[in-house]
């Protein structure tokens, strides 16, 4: 049997027309073939005119022969002709019906060699796609790889490639960002009190002059000391010599008057512990005889360490805390004045809180609800 379906030589394998089939062709020739049969009646005919072997009887005196008188042909009877008619049309519907039935049979051969071909061209077309896809996917990739090798720069999160997708998974990282750096702790510039660096300075001064002298400085001393120190800060400035520039417009007038204002029984003496006392704590509010009484209360000990007083909590935390920049190291204000604090009011690497409290309480008599120890400092009329 020859082959189902056949190439022609050279055709194009793409058209449903290079195709075709030879075993259909074949089996309808069969199927044809096996019309071609004897025809029935010549069969019947040829086997009535056998008779049995033996002689034939002699023929009759005056009678002609055989070879004398033509057989004359029998004439067909109706059914006979009727049964040949309808054979003749059984054949020719056989026939049609065979024709029909390669017909159809070659039409879904087509149908199905068709339907292949449109799938294997899809198949390109979805191969063709998939590779421009793919590549234009690593494309982007090596894009986003390039930038980074060009400005030198770490890819952070991960880059993943699946089938035809690159995406940036923003939730894997491989490594994570180290924090910025806090900027160094700055205190707040205010012109209204003094700095760290100032009062560290001036309570040194004042400490070197009482090594000599004692806590009482004369008046007159204090005044100029004081009255040199503005003049050389509005000159020359500076972090730690100067003083705030609200200072810098007071004269020798303002700074007898502060002085007689803390030298109430003018005994012509000043304690330098009291004058730094108003000076760390000049723009804070002077605290109240029941605030005093909780300070005494707070510590247990007559005398306390500078850690242990500087981890007590004041009524000052507030007003003297420093407001730094963003993303900065918090300048310790409040500590510092604790202990600049401490370090005024201590001897020997003690501190009494009973000598604190007097001097508050003194401070605190002079001083009208919510004044600041600037305002009894620098106080008009002398209380």
């Known amino acids: 049997m020859p082959q189902v379906e056949v190439l022609g030589e050279g055709a194009d394998p793409a058209l449903i027309g290079s195709y075709s089939y030879p075993r259909l062709e074949k089996l309808l020739q069969m199927a044809l073939k096996q019309q071609v049969v004897p025809d029935v009646t010549q069969v019947q005919n040829a086997g009535g005119d056998k008779k049995a072997p033996g002689k034939a009887p002699p023929p009759k005196k005056g009678a002609p022969t055989a070879k004398d008188e033509p057989e004359a042909p029998a004439e067909e009877s ?65 894009a986003v790889i390039k930038c980074a090798i060009e400005e030198e720069t770490k890819i952070q999160h991960e880059l993943r490639i699946k089938f035809m997708d690159f995406t940036v998974d923003n939730s894997t990282l491989n490594y994570i960002n180290p924090p910025i750096p806090k900027l160094e702790a700055l205190e707040q510039p205010r012109n209204d009190r003094f700095a760290i660096p100032q009062l560290a300075n001036l309570l040194d001064e004042f400490e070197n002059i009482a090594a000599a ?78 605030e005093i009484s909780r300070i005494e209360k707070m510590f247990k000990e007559a005398e306390v360490d500078r850690d242990t007083f500087c981890q007590g909590a004041f009524w000052f935390d507030e007003s003297e805390r420093s407001v730094d920049r963003d993303n900065a190291i918090v300048f310790e204000r409040v500590k510092i004045i604790k202990e600049l604090l401490w370090q005024t009011h201590a001897q020997n690497d003690k501190m009494s809180v009973a000598h604190l409290a007097t001097t508050l309480g003194q401070i605190s008599q002079r001083a009208k609800p919510e004044d600041t120890f600037s305002d009894v400092l620098f106080a008009q009329v002398r209380i």
């Not at 068709?114 to 234009?136: C, G, H, P, R």
């Open 78 to 142: 109706m059914y006979v002709k009727e049964m040949r008619d309808a054979v003749r049309v059984e054949k020719s519907l056989l026939r049609f019906r065979l024709v029909q039935i390669r017909n159809w049979t070659n039409n879904r051969l087509q149908d199905t060699r068709q339907q292949s071909l449109n799938t294997y061209k899809k198949f390109d077309d979805w191969i063709q796609v998939a590779q421009k896809t793919e590549m234009d996917t690593i494309e982007e990739m090596c």
């Open 213 to 290: 002298t004692g806590d009482l400085l004369q008046s007159r001393e204090m005044a100029v000391l004081l009255t040199n120190k503005i003049k050389n800060s509005v000159q020359f400035g500076g972090s730690g010599s100067a003083v705030p520039e609200c200072w810098n417009s007071f004269g020798l007038a303002d700074i007898n008057q502060m002085l007689r204002n803390i030298d109430a029984k003018s005994t012509g003496y000043v304690n330098y512990r009291t004058l730094m006392t108003y000076i760390i704590l000049l723009k804070s509010q002077v605290p109240s005889a029941k």
